[in-house]
């Protein structure tokens, strides 16, 4: 029951955390392989914009998100550690280590990784998510965290789901070489 509230609490904030995101049109859309923020998906240069590159601490959950967003808005990379327990009190206390999305992180109250990979196609926002029984392909590294600035690297699969709340288990995204070297921001 509380893993069932909690995955549904993780849902409506990744929700609440993509829709704040800004159309910020003074941009030029590139395809840094350097970068606050750069990673490719299937093979190929996700073309962030370093303006809208953000690794954040929320307060009162201790969660930490880190986002990437191309110029116009029409991809997304997200991804997220929440801690359990008090291990994490502030940004800082996010250790240098490798954070994996198995569920057992969750069953033993350590933490929840999850991630997201968000494409506009057709009038719609499509999401492919991490989701264990289809995808068991991911890790975020964080290499340094100073509590106002980390860096890391990050790799994941995810898998499409669909508009009725199921998955496409044939429709699987691959996200690898990301690394990201953001200043945090508090909220």
């Known amino acids: 029951m509380k893993v069932n509230l909690f995955l549904r609490t993780v849902a409506l904030v990744s929700l609440v955390v993509f829709a704040s995101c800004r159309k910020d049109d003074d941009n030029n859309p590139s395809s840094p392989t350097t970068g606050p923020f750069v990673a490719k998906v299937d093979g190929k240069q996700f073309a962030t914009d370093n303006n809208s590159a953000k690794a954040k601490f929320v307060s009162s959950t201790k969660m930490l998100q880190i986002i990437g967003q191309t110029a116009d808005q029409t991809e997304t990379i997200h991804f997220e550690l929440l801690p359990f327990g008090g291990s994490v009190s502030t940004a ?10 198995n569920p057992v992180h969750i069953s033993n109250l350590e933490y929840s990784a999850s991630a997201m990979f968000t494409k506009y196609e057709n009038s719609e926002y499509i999401n492919w998510n991490t989701k264990w029984e289809y995808v068991q ?3 975020i590294k964080i290499e340094s965290n100073t509590g106002t600035h980390i860096k890391g690297t990050f790799s994941f699969d995810v898998v499409k789901q669909n508009s009725n709340g199921t998955f496409d288990a044939t429709n699987i995204k691959k996200v690898t070489e990301g690394s990201f070297d953001l200043d945090i921001v508090q909220y």
């Open 92 to 101: 800082a206390d996010w250790l240098p280590g490798t954070y994996d999305f």
């Open 137 to 139: 392909n991911g890790e």
